[in-house]
């Protein structure tokens, strides 16, 4: 048997959306697009929701819209996908790393409350928090918290957002993992001041590629979406450009796409809730392996990726290349951000520096995973792992 790592989720309802639009001579900022932002409105309560073409491009604006620039500093972590730091580089600011809780792999709380407090004290305090070099000159101030919702599971918001509040620090929150999860109750995406998800086929919605912004903030929103439409501000024509913008805009094909997948969205979800008790129920008790963690806020998790943790020692490397060579692929999740190459040389970062992401890096491991996965293909995945380990 071979299994995929994930395939996406589609029925006739996504082809003949998408197909619609090809009888159509509108294929960019049409009515699809709107119907798209309007349902991702209705299902989050959002004020404000703004298809872009990537999750990556949704964080971008939003650091643009919280006013992020260069000089500034940004509190995240290096548990994450790569663009959650990126976006921050792209601004010219700086990201600032505290590490992860080691159950769920979200934003570590003490550290983050200790880091906020250094960082805003400033001096000799702040400087035990910022990387060995890279930093420049300059005096930096901390403006922002870009948090993540670790594979479909909310970080603590309403601690994160006693954190900021004092200082009047912007929240980011990365939601790319985690569509449909519910912190305390309340959907994510609207947790911070600006929510991104992202629809890249791997991901719980897809549009092939594609992302979306959420939020309450009119001003904020309005210059986002002149931002992804090459700064173009309401009342521009096609060639006045108010900003300096991107072309970060979604097509009618892909929104298509998207508001059928979100026609279908609870479906989805269960499917893939189906999926991962299938997987904890038979991975529970393998020796070695640990399954995913749920906090107790999470009052529902929206799985991404199902990620085992394997006991220390057990040789990771080994156990994925004779699970590929049964067909299963695997892969480690995350690659710390800090110890990719472009980091180190930039930043100096080394083995070390952050401990909990690391050990979560070196013993993480995703295993196949979609909501069109079967229970047959779920019992072969886990009993080659049994008999590998
Ligand atoms: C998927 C993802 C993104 C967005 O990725 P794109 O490929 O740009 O859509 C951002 N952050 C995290 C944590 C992600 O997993």
Same mark, same amino acid.
């Given at each position: 048997?071979r299994?995929?790592?994930?395939?996406?989720?589609l $029925?006739?309802?996504?082809?003949q959306a998408?197909m619609?639009v090809?009888?159509?001579?509108t294929l960019?900022?049409?009515?699809q697009?709107e119907?798209?932002?309007?349902?991702?409105?209705? =299902?989050?309560?959002?004020?404000?929701?703004?298809?872009?073409? $990537?999750?990556?491009a949704?964080?971008?604006l939003?650091l643009?819209?919280?006013?992020?620039g260069?000089? !500034?500093?940004? &509190?995240?972590?290096p548990?994450?996908?790569?663009?959650?730091?990126?976006v921050?580089?792209?601004?010219n600011?700086?990201?600032i790393?505290? *590490?992860?809780e080691?159950?769920?792999?979200?934003?570590?709380?003490?550290?983050?409350?200790?880091?906020?407090?250094?960082?805003?004290?400033?001096?000799?305090?702040?400087?035990?928090?910022?990387?060995?070099?890279?930093?420049? @000159?300059?005096?930096?101030?901390?403006?922002?918290i870009?948090?993540?919702?670790?594979?479909?599971?909310p970080a603590?918001?309403?601690t994160?957002?006693?954190?900021?509040?004092?200082?009047?620090?912007?929240?980011?929150?990365d939601?790319?993992?985690?569509?449909?999860?519910?912190?305390?109750?309340r959907?994510v995406?609207?947790?911070? *001041?600006?929510? #991104?998800?992202?629809?890249y086929?791997?991901?719980?919605i897809? #549009?092939?590629?594609?992302?979306?912004?959420?939020?309450n +903030? !009119?001003?904020g929103?309005?210059?986002?979406?002149?931002? @992804?439409?090459?700064?173009?501000?309401?009342?521009? #024509?096609?060639?006045?450009?108010?900003?300096?913008?991107?072309? =970060?805009?979604?097509?009618?094909?892909?929104?298509?796409?998207?508001?059928a997948?979100?026609?279908? &969205?609870?479906?989805l979800?269960?499917r893939?809730e189906q999926?991962?008790?299938? =997987?904890?129920?038979?991975?529970?008790?393998?020796?070695?392996?640990?399954i995913?963690?749920?906090?107790?806020?999470?009052t529902r998790?929206?799985?991404?990726?199902?990620?085992?943790r394997?006991?220390?020692?057990?040789d990771?490397?080994?156990?994925?290349? @004779?699970?590929?060579?049964?067909?299963?692929?695997?892969?480690?999740?995350?690659?710390?951000?800090?110890?990719?190459?472009?980091?180190?040389?930039?930043?100096?970062?080394?083995?070390?520096d952050?401990p909990? #992401?690391e050990? &979560?890096?070196?013993?993480?491991?995703?295993?196949?995973?979609?909501?069109?996965?079967?229970?047959?293909?779920? +019992?072969?995945?886990c009993?080659?792992?049994?008999?590998?380990?």
């Open positions: 048997m299994v995929p790592m994930s395939s996406p989720d $029925s006739d309802l996504e082809r998408v619609q090809l009888h159509t001579p960019s900022m049409g009515e697009i119907a798209f932002e309007a349902a991702f409105c209705r =299902y989050l309560g959002a004020k404000h929701a703004i298809g872009v073409n $990537s999750g990556t949704a964080l971008h939003c643009l819209a919280a006013g992020i260069p000089d !500034d500093w940004v &509190l995240t972590t548990f994450s996908f790569v663009a959650s730091t990126n921050i580089l792209y601004v600011a700086l990201p790393f505290v *590490d992860v080691p159950t769920t792999g979200n934003i570590d709380l003490t550290q983050a409350a200790q880091a906020i407090q250094d960082l805003i004290e400033g001096g000799t305090a702040a400087r035990r928090w910022l990387p060995r070099r890279g930093v420049g @000159r300059r005096k930096g101030q901390l403006k922002a870009l948090g993540i919702d670790v594979f479909g599971q603590d918001w309403d994160l957002r006693a954190l900021a509040a004092p200082y009047g620090l912007k929240l980011i929150e939601s790319c993992e985690a569509l449909g999860a519910e912190y305390k109750g959907k995406g609207l947790l911070g *001041d600006y929510g #991104t998800f992202g629809f086929p791997n991901k719980q897809t #549009t092939g590629e594609g992302g979306m912004i959420v939020t +903030d !009119d001003e929103a309005s210059l986002m979406r002149a931002l @992804r439409n090459q700064g173009r501000a309401p009342g521009d #024509t096609w060639l006045q450009h108010t900003y300096l913008g991107y072309n =970060y805009r979604l097509d009618e094909l892909s929104a298509a796409l998207g508001l997948q979100m026609q279908r &969205l609870e479906e979800l269960r893939r999926v991962a008790a299938w =997987y904890n129920q038979r991975l529970q008790n393998i020796p070695g392996v640990e995913p963690y749920i906090a107790s806020q999470t998790m929206s799985w991404f990726v199902y990620v085992i394997l006991a220390p020692g057990i990771r490397a080994g156990v994925a290349s @004779r699970l590929a060579e049964r067909g299963i692929p695997v892969r480690p999740y995350f690659l710390p951000i800090h110890l990719q190459p472009y980091m180190q040389t930039r930043f100096g970062y080394r083995q070390g952050f909990v #992401t050990d &979560l890096g070196e013993r993480g491991l995703a295993l196949p995973f979609s909501g069109v996965m079967s229970e047959d293909q779920v +019992d072969y995945v009993d080659a792992l049994r008999q590998v380990l």
